[in-house]
């Protein structure tokens, strides 16, 4: 990763909280109970519990053109991650991902480092164009052209996601030197204008992501839309994009701070050595990770008794299914750092100590029955 990405990514101000271990269990076999209207009751068979819900992306061959690389999972290569796809992107210096939509889906992207503009455009005609820095989002509706080009002579890094989980940027988007490559030089002639022959000289295919000039800061003049609905987010400096975490912090855009963003929503959280983002589960959304730093532990849930514990490094994504009961641990030596997002423009979340304070206290002890109250107490006492 860039260097750069540590100094957007700095959190200060830890707190010293204490978090126990997470205990995560499938017991090997299960009770069989009676039931005063059928035959024994079996509950679920432990034989099929793998989720496999990690995937390490920077470890893959990336696609390479002249300017740059970009490193892909979809449902391809990830099964479990149906509805969201990821991209890793370098763009070098004076590098640029040429004009391009998808069909199918919407982009959320983060700039990780260096510096970039992109230009949009909507079926209204309307076009925006703006420069990101390092902890800038933005986020393109889906159908809706664009492009982006590296400004200055450091190269960018920037970390793309899609809310379709077939989505890869070689089948599913459509770029400006392909159709060029594609259409009868005469009826491009007839489009623009212009003698059919100076098409002779156009790149023959696409040429993804192309090799250039640079771009100086000077020269990446902006235009962009009302405030309310711009395509960027400041997601590092917004004051309103901060929530409260125990154990570190956490930044998020939905399209509550960020209008556009009608689809998607992200972040960034940061959780400090021996923390845990608590067990919880998500309402309307299934949940997709990338790792910027760190060493992390993912435990999850799913229905019919599956469960699972990975462990996740620097490049490695995760994705959690909708609905699936999950909680995040930083089991390293230094902060914990994750690009987290999700597949709707609202953020909701239920934890799982919260459930339990809700529910009567005979209910729980009936739930855990041989369990001493004392422990029921303790597990629907507020933390402090």
């Not at 024994?40 to 819900?53: G, N, P, S, W």
């Not at 209910?363 to 507020?382: E, K, S």
């Amino acid at each position: 990763m860039l260097a750069h990405r540590r100094n957007f990514l700095e959190i200060a101000a830890w707190g010293a909280v204490h978090f126990s271990t997470l205990a995560v269990a499938v017991s090997a076999e299960r009770l069989t109970v009676k039931s005063a209207h059928a035959e024994a009751v079996h509950a679920h068979a432990t034989t099929a519990a793998t989720i496999e819900f990690r995937f390490p992306l920077d470890a893959g061959r990336p696609r390479v053109a002249s300017g740059g690389w970009a490193k892909e999972v979809s449902v391809r290569e990830f099964p479990i991650a149906h509805s969201m796809a990821g991209v890793h992107a370098f763009l070098d210096a004076g590098g640029s991902r040429e004009l391009h939509w998808h069909a199918t889906a919407a982009e959320w992207a983060l700039v990780l480092g260096g510096r970039c503009q992109t230009v949009v455009i909507d079926p209204s005609g309307a076009s925006e164009i703006n420069n990101f820095e390092a902890g800038d989002l933005w986020y393109f509706a889906k159908g809706h052209g664009h492009a982006i080009q590296t400004i200055g002579d450091e190269p960018c890094n920037i970390l793309l996601v899609f809310d379709d989980g077939r989505f890869t940027p070689d089948a599913s988007a459509f770029s400006l030197t392909d159709w060029i490559d594609l259409t009868p030089k005469d009826l491009l002639a007839q489009e623009f204008g212009v003698p059919k022959d100076i098409f002779d000289a156009f790149p023959k295919g696409e040429t993804f992501i192309q090799a250039g000039p640079i771009l100086r800061p000077e020269d990446a003049l902006e235009a962009p839309w009302p405030k309310e609905s711009t395509h960027r987010f400041r997601l590092t400096r917004e004051t309103k994009a901060a929530r409260d975490l125990d154990g570190g912090t956490f930044r998020l855009a939905t399209a509550k701070e960020f209008p556009a963003s009608t689809t998607m929503s992200g972040g960034i959280m940061t959780l400090e050595p021996g923390a845990m983002r608590k067990l919880h589960w998500n309402v309307n959304a299934d949940e997709w990770h990338y790792y910027l730093r760190g060493k992390g532990q993912v435990a999850i849930f799913g229905s019919g008794g599956r469960g699972k514990v990975a462990e996740f490094r620097p490049g490695d994504v995760a994705y959690i299914p909708q609905g699936f009961g999950h909680a995040i641990r930083n089991i390293g030596d230094e902060p914990l750092e994750i690009v987290q997002t999700w597949n709707s423009g609202a953020f909701e979340e239920i934890d799982l100590d919260q459930f339990a304070r809700a529910a009567p206290r005979h209910l729980l002890a009936n739930n855990f029955a041989g369990v001493p109250g004392a422990t029921i107490d303790a597990m629907r006492r507020p933390r402090s």
